[in-house]
Structures are given as C-alpha cells and as structure tokens.
C-alpha cells in the first residue's frame, strides 16, 4: 500500500525528456534511411560478377559501345608470333597487354589485359587459342586466364598446361605443317560476359587440311577476360569439324 507521502516523493515525468528521445530517434532514422538510399541495389539480372582475383592490368571497368566486329573482323596492329609459336591478332586498343612472367627472368611473359568490349573478348579468346595450341602453353599465363571463382581451377590448368591438346585430338605433333587461327563467331555478348567460337585451320606435312572449333567462355573478372571452362578434360570444347562455314574470317 503506498501511502501519501510515499506518493508525493515519486519523481513526476520531465516533459522534455520524451520530447527529446522521441527526436533523436527520428533523426537516427532519417539518417540510416539516407544511407541505405544511397547504396545501389544490385538488380538480379544482367549484374556484374564481383571480383574475385588483384587485377593485373590497368582497370577499364567501362563497356565501350558495340561495333562491326559481331559481324566482321575488327582492325589489328599486327599479327604475332610473341610468347606463342602460333600467331594470333595484336592491337593496342583492344589488347593483349603483356605481363612479365612471375618465374625465371628468362622465361617468356605472357599476355592479358584486353578491352572491356565485344572486340577485347574476342581478342581474349583468339589469344587464348594460339597458346592452347601449343605443345607447352604458359602455365602462368592460364593461371591468370582461368577464373577464380571455379571450384577446380588447379585441375583445368593442369589440363590446359600439361596436355598436348592436338596429340588429344589425334594429330601427330611431327606431322603438322602449319597451324592457323582464321576465324570466329560470337554466340552472345553481355556487359560482363561471351561465348565466342574461334575456328582453327591444320595443315600437314602431306597438305592435308582439317579444321577445328573452340569454345570459350567469357566471363569479365578482376578488370579481365577470364575463361569459365566447359569440361575439365576439355576445358574449350575443342573438336574436329568438317569446315568453319558460318565463321567469320580472321584475315
């Protein structure tokens, strides 16, 4: 039971106390509001994949506008032989960059760094190939072409790197003449990924012609082109087809 003098000494409510917690609650949630309006949602289509390797090249985070490329051979500087035995297109704009290699000052270095860009993918890709065909491709080189975000990376390089991919496909390394990459045809291009077809020519000792097609999978990582590999025993789809009619030529 509480008595009146026991009421009296009860401590009656400051007004202003309410008044003043009751704004500064209102003020916190303005501000996180604004925060939260201020930080872009990621729609869930068409999103760039984040990055999942340091960047090795200068970023050119900037999708340039398509061009005739999808539709004919886009202007090269040059074509080379440099880090590969086969040659593949060079160009200032859309790439490679070369990247010194992280072994023996000896040892070649090997190219990256393309254009985020119908045409830089389809450089990526090309390049890509002529070091495939190689009887000893760059291991540093598909280190840093294979994705990050894949779950057995160290196995598809091994098979990129250790196997001989024309013996798999059963040429005979001392019967070939002549390996050309003379066309390609895109299957799609986004804003942060492609699938592109880079046709092959071989030519053997007796002039025999055959042709083969590979697949590569774009996806752009790390301010690059990096491959999502198909198959882990055939990273690129690589096969032998009759002929590249529908291809555009390279050259």
């Known amino acids: 039971m509480t008595t009146p003098q026991a009421e009296s000494q009860k401590p009656t409510p400051h007004p202003g106390v309410s008044v003043a917690i009751i704004a500064a609650v209102l003020i916190l949630t303005v501000v996180i509001t604004s925060a939260l ?82 045409e830089g993918a389809l450089f990526a890709a090309t390049h890509a190939a002529a070091e495939s065909l190689q009887k000893q491709p760059n291991t540093d080189w598909a280190e840093e072409f294979i994705s ?60 025999e012609v055959t042709y083969l097609t590979s697949l590569y999978d774009l996806t752009w990582e790390a301010n690059d082109w990096k491959l999502i590999p198909r198959y882990l025993s055939n990273p690129t789809k690589t096969k032998r087809v009759p002929n590249l009619d529908g291809y555009i030529s390279w050259r």
């Open 148 to 207: 990050k975000d894949q779950l057995y990376t160290s196995d598809v390089i091994e098979a990129i790197t250790k196997g001989n991919l024309l013996l798999s496909l059963g040429y005979e390394s001392d019967k070939i003449k002549r390996i050309e990459i003379v066309g390609y045809r895109y299957e799609y291009f986004g804003r942060s990924s492609a699938l592109i077809h880079i046709g092959t020519k071989v030519t053997t000792n007796k002039d």
């Open 37 to 118: 309006n201020k930080v872009p949602l990621r729609s869930a289509v068409a999103t760039d994949p984040p990055d999942k390797s340091e960047s090795a090249c200068h970023p050119n985070d900037k999708v340039t506008k398509e061009t005739s490329s999808m539709k004919e051979a886009p202007p090269i500087d040059e074509w080379t032989f440099d880090t590969t035995s086969v040659a593949y297109p060079k160009s200032k704009k859309y790439g490679p960059g070369f990247i010194e290699h992280k072994g023996a000052a000896a040892a070649p270095a090997y190219g990256m760094c393309f254009q985020r860009s119908p």
